[in-house]
């Protein structure tokens, strides 16, 4: 292939990811993790794949970083992921020392790649990332919002009993549960759902998309959700590797947007070969105004904890 992406953290996230990427024959994996073993073994297990699954894309595993060298993206998902009764922000202290370390040697080695942060909490990661890069803004991104999306489109599809290809959904703001979920630009085959359902039933549909992770963690017991988390990565990672152009929610750097300030955010961005190549700006009634509001106040608040930890 002649594109390389490479996954840091071989666990379920990471794992599931090298193997869409792979499986979509979009580039050439690296898959890194801090256990012996664990991405060598995981690589060559994918690999073997390959024949079955037709495609040949290479996969290698490390547990170094030279084998990295040039990637076009890096999607980083190393960490601790939750526990039943843990919140994403409970992750912080741990998760910080981790995300820093892998950005400074991901970034030695791939200074031109476009950073994807997967590791929770994750609005605060980003900036965890972005600091230790110093990247320019547009190359360092994280994914939330279109798996919060795709989980609102999942309970739409399922309460009209449509086909989820003819949904869309936007969700807004940090990734937590203060999430913005936006039922006005959210549609079955271009009808508003407000046109299709009743507030209440909305309203119900909108707690579930904010309290999805925490659904999916009370379910396994041992983990968090990562099909979905590992698919919309690699949304994301398809739209920049094939310049696709597509407007995504993802967290942001925001300078002024949304009359947000020095804060990674959720909104619609155009991802294509530089990564975030504009911000849209939508108009939000007051009502969402202030849920956006707050849910920024939330992840100042991360960045604050952040600060002391430094
Ligand atoms: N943004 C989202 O929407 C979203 C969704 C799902 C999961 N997550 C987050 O993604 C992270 C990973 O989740 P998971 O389910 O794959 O967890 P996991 O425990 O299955 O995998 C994490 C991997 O990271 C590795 N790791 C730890 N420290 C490392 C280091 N310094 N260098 C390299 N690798 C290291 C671990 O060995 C492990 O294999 C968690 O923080 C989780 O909360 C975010």
Same mark, same amino acid.
């Given at each position: ?65 030279? +084998? ?9 998902? %190393? !960490? $601790? &992921?939750?526990?039943?009764? /843990? =919140? ?89 549960? +203060? ?9 079955? %085959? !271009? $009808? &508003?759902?407000?046109?299709? /359902? =009743? ?112």
């Amino acid at each position: 292939m002649d594109k390389k992406v490479t996954v840091v953290g071989a666990g379920n996230v990471g794992a599931t990811a090298a193997q869409r990427l792979a499986e979509k024959e979009l580039c050439d994996v690296v898959l890194i993790d801090i256990i012996e073993g664990v991405p060598q073994g995981k690589a060559l297990d994918l690999a073997e794949a390959a024949p079955i699954e037709k495609h040949d894309a290479r996969l290698t595993g490390s547990n170094g970083y030279e +084998t990295s060298e040039g990637s076009d993206i890096v999607i980083i998902t %190393a !960490g $601790i &992921p939750r526990k039943p009764g /843990m =919140s994403r922000d409970d992750l912080i202290s741990t998760n910080a020392g981790i995300v820093k370390d892998v950005t400074l040697k991901v970034s030695e080695f791939s200074p031109n790649a476009v950073l994807i942060v997967v590791s929770n909490p994750l609005d605060a990661m980003c900036h965890v990332t972005y600091e230790a890069s110093g990247f320019p803004k547009n190359r360092v991104m994280g994914m939330a919002g279109v798996l919060d999306s795709a989980r609102f489109r999942t309970f739409i599809s399922m309460e009209l009993d449509v086909s989820v290809e003819n949904t869309t959904a936007f969700v807004l703001g940090g990734h937590g549960d +203060t999430m913005v979920p936006l039922p006005r630009y959210s549609t079955v %085959a !271009g $009808i &508003p759902i407000t046109e299709l /359902m =009743s507030k209440e039933r909305i309203d119900a549909l909108v707690e579930r998309t904010a309290n999805g992770g925490a659904e999916i963690v009370g379910l396994l017991k041992t983990g968090s959700a990562f099909y979905a988390p590992a698919s919309a990565a690699v949304e994301m990672a398809e739209s920049i590797l094939k310049d696709k152009k597509k407007i995504l929610p993802c967290a942001a750097y925001l300078e002024g947007e949304y009359g947000i300030n020095d804060l990674f955010m959720g909104v619609p961005v155009k991802l294509g070969t530089n990564g975030i190549e504009e911000i849209i700006e939508i108009s939000l009634t007051e009502e969402e105004k202030a849920a956006f509001e707050k849910s920024a106040d939330a992840v100042r608040e991360l960045k604050t904890v952040l600060k002391k930890l430094a």
